[in-house]
């Protein structure tokens, strides 16, 4: 007897219950149909995207610094860590700066400001201030100095992911250089803390389309979708330029490690789709994080490039400022020449830098490039605050994209990247959602160890379940006890090999 085929409607409930995806892509539809028709009602959902993200930020801090921690003292090798961290600055610097080169091509082919012939008199000078709060960008100096904790609370309280980073890269050397015998619980307890965080992401995971619904309604409500007419072209280049570069970043990634961007988009659907209706990269980078490591990238690894990108990749916001300089250059009639547009490159690429956490910041990297050539008013700055949060979906997927390449390219070079596993997942022979419980409740821990314990036989079980035995078979050099290993023997260093 032929097993029973569920009815359409049944697979459609079943699907938008189990997929997270799914959820969301209505919800963004439906914002978009809220904020249209009722655009007096939408702005007030403001409050369910905002307490999505203060939710989420509440958990990244702690996450990064578990991850990072556990990851320094299971790899057992802080010189292969300042290693990552060192050729994690150096693929941020090329893909930034080609970032800006790709906008500023883009600008000159296309011209997108040409023609308006703009007044810089008739423009508020005063609403980017008002965007901005009277804000500026740190200076080089400020932002080194402001990476360094001025006390271990404070680092989380503040939400600093740079000064959680060096307190974390701290405490993993500090538990390198004791050993396990010292500190026999510490590593099992941060570990554990690990866990548990995975799960509290997975409960707010669920609360994922609601905050999509809330965004989507706000920004149609807010600005309509009569200011797609109005920049038309300069929204068309600044997203067919993501899409150059972002094609860019699968020939790199694909030249770099064999793997395929486009079935890594898949595999992180439900988060690009997050990310494009919160307009926010932190909503997702608990869930990124988790299946980075679960495609087979090492914890250390993970844990210090994809936030460290968060403050110095930034290449969807490099697009965007450098095409946006040319934008309001063309539209005031400025024509720039070519050595004033190696210097828009030259102080974009530090303003760039320092852009992260602080509010408006796109339009001060803006202000400060203006007033570096002498010849935009800075004025004129305000005739990207209209289409500014449209650009904001660009930004995020391609700031996103382009730290998760750099997360598998860095990963590459160091051979913390177990290329097997990856190309399982990416092909979807590896653990789903489905296993990892509705919604991702559960960590990618928890799948592994439930996959092992059913089939003992699988490599994964010999190796030692992700993030509880180490992740890559880094627990069977450790020690089925989670401790630290005070001097690595050859024995241990080829097996962490």
């Not at 009722?38 to 203060?54: C, H, K, N, S, Y």
């Not at 609360?207 to 200011?227: D, E, K, Q, R, T």
């Not at 852009?355 to 990297?365: D, N, V």
């Given at each position: 007897?032929q097993p029973?085929?569920?009815?359409?409607?049944r697979?459609?409930?079943r699907i938008?219950?189990?997929?997270?995806f799914?959820?969301?892509a209505?919800a963004?539809?439906?914002?978009?149909?809220?904020?249209?028709?009722?655009?007096?009602?939408?702005?007030?959902?403001?409050?369910l995207?905002?307490?999505?993200?203060?939710?989420?930020?509440?958990i990244?801090?702690?996450?990064?610094?578990?991850v990072?921690?556990?990851?320094?003292?299971?790899?057992?090798d802080?010189?292969?860590f300042?290693?990552?961290g060192?050729?994690?600055?150096?693929?941020?610097?090329v893909?930034?700066?080609?970032?800006l080169?790709?906008?500023l091509?883009a600008a000159?082919?296309?011209?997108?400001?040409?023609?308006?012939?703009?007044?810089?008199?008739t423009?508020?000078?005063?609403?980017v201030d008002?965007?901005?709060?009277?804000?500026?960008?740190?200076s080089?100096?400020?932002?080194v100095?402001?990476?360094?904790?001025?006390s271990?609370?404070?680092a989380?309280?503040?939400?600093?992911?740079?000064q959680v980073?060096?307190l974390?890269c701290l405490v993993?050397a500090?538990?390198?250089?004791?050993?396990h015998?010292k500190?026999p619980?510490v590593?099992?307890?941060?570990e554990q803390a690990?866990?548990?965080?995975?799960a509290?992401?997975?409960?707010?995971?669920?609360l994922?389309?609601?905050a999509?619904?809330?965004?989507?309604?706000?920004?149609i409500?807010n600005?309509?979708l009569?200011?797609?007419?109005t920049y038309?072209?300069?929204i068309?280049?600044?997203?067919a330029?993501a899409?150059?570069?972002?094609t860019?970043?699968?020939?790199?990634?694909?030249?770099?490690t064999g793997?395929?961007l486009w079935?890594?988009?898949?595999?992180?659907?439900?988060?690009?789709?997050l990310?494009?209706?919160?307009?926010?990269?932190?909503s997702?980078?608990?869930?990124?994080?988790?299946?980075?490591r679960?495609?087979g990238?090492?914890?250390?690894a993970?844990?210090l490039?994809?936030?460290?990108g968060?403050s110095?990749?930034?290449?969807?916001?490099?697009?965007y400022?450098?095409?946006?300089?040319?934008?309001i250059?063309?539209?005031?009639g400025?024509?720039l020449s070519?050595?004033q547009?190696?210097?828009?490159?030259?102080?974009?690429?530090l303003?760039s830098?320092?852009?992260?956490?602080?509010p408006g910041?796109?339009f001060l990297a803006l202000s400060?490039?203006?007033?570096?050539?002498g010849?935009?008013?800075a004025g004129?700055v305000a005739l990207?605050?209209?289409?500014d949060r449209i650009?904001?979906?660009m930004?995020v997927?391609?700031?996103l994209l382009?730290?998760?390449v750099a997360?598998?390219?860095?990963?590459r070079?160091?051979?913390?990247?177990?290329?097997?596993?990856?190309?399982?997942?990416l092909?979807?022979?590896?653990p789903?959602e489905?296993?990892?419980?509705?919604?991702?409740?559960?960590?990618?821990?928890t799948?592994?160890?439930?996959?092992?314990?059913?089939?003992?036989q699988?490599?994964e079980?010999?190796?030692?379940?992700e993030?509880?035995?180490g992740s890559h078979?880094?627990g069977?050099?450790?020690?089925?006890s989670g401790?630290i290993?005070?001097r690595?023997t050859?024995?241990?260093a080829?097996?962490?090999a």
């Amino acid at each position: 007897m032929q097993p029973s085929v569920p009815s359409l409607p049944r697979r459609v409930a079943r699907i938008l219950r189990t997929s997270l995806f799914a959820q969301v892509a209505i919800a963004l539809v439906l914002g978009v149909v809220v904020g249209k028709l009722w655009p007096g009602v939408a702005t007030d959902l403001q409050p369910l995207g905002d307490g999505f993200t203060r939710l989420i930020k509440t958990i990244i801090s702690p996450l990064v610094f578990c991850v990072v921690v556990v990851g320094i003292a299971k790899a057992g090798d802080l010189k292969a860590f300042g290693r990552i961290g060192l050729k994690a600055l150096v693929w941020f610097e090329v893909a930034s700066t080609f970032a800006l080169v790709i906008g500023l091509l883009a600008a000159n082919i296309v011209q997108p400001g040409s023609g308006m012939n703009v007044d810089p008199a008739t423009l508020d000078a005063s609403a980017v201030d008002a965007k901005t709060g009277g804000g500026s960008l740190p200076s080089t100096t400020e932002f080194v100095v402001n990476a360094l904790p001025t006390s271990f609370v404070g680092a989380f309280a503040e939400n600093s992911l740079l000064q959680v980073l060096v307190l974390a890269c701290l405490v993993g050397a500090a538990l390198l250089h004791l050993g396990h015998t010292k500190v026999p619980k510490v590593l099992p307890a941060v570990e554990q803390a690990q866990e548990i965080i995975f799960a509290v992401v997975g409960f707010v995971m669920r609360l994922a389309p609601i905050a999509v619904f809330g965004a989507m309604a706000v920004l149609i409500g807010n600005y309509g979708l009569g200011v797609i007419e109005t920049y038309g072209k300069l929204i068309a280049l600044c997203y067919a330029a993501a899409a150059l570069f972002v094609t860019l970043l699968a020939v790199a990634l694909r030249m770099v490690t064999g793997l395929s961007l486009w079935k890594f988009l898949r595999y992180i659907r439900e988060e690009m789709l997050l990310a494009l209706g919160t307009a926010s990269t932190e909503s997702v980078m608990p869930r990124v994080m988790q299946k980075l490591r679960r495609a087979g990238a090492r914890d250390d690894a993970v844990g210090l490039v994809l936030p460290t990108g968060y403050s110095f990749n930034l290449d969807g916001a490099s697009l965007y400022l450098s095409i946006g300089t040319l934008f309001i250059a063309q539209a005031v009639g400025v024509d720039l020449s070519l050595s004033q547009q190696i210097t828009v490159i030259l102080v974009l690429m530090l303003t760039s830098k320092g852009m992260a956490g602080i509010p408006g910041s796109a339009f001060l990297a803006l202000s400060a490039t203006a007033s570096s050539l002498g010849a935009i008013p800075a004025g004129a700055v305000a005739l990207l605050l209209g289409v500014d949060r449209i650009m904001d979906s660009m930004r995020v997927v391609t700031n996103l994209l382009g730290n998760c390449v750099a997360v598998f390219a860095v990963s590459r070079w160091e051979g913390a990247l177990d290329l097997e596993q990856a190309r399982r997942v990416l092909d979807g022979e590896g653990p789903t959602e489905a296993e990892d419980g509705p919604q991702g409740a559960r960590g990618s821990a928890t799948a592994e160890q439930s996959e092992s314990s059913e089939d003992p036989q699988r490599p994964e079980a010999a190796e030692g379940p992700e993030g509880a035995e180490g992740s890559h078979g880094a627990g069977a050099a450790i020690g089925t006890s989670g401790g630290i290993p005070a001097r690595p023997t050859k024995e241990t260093a080829s097996e962490v090999a």
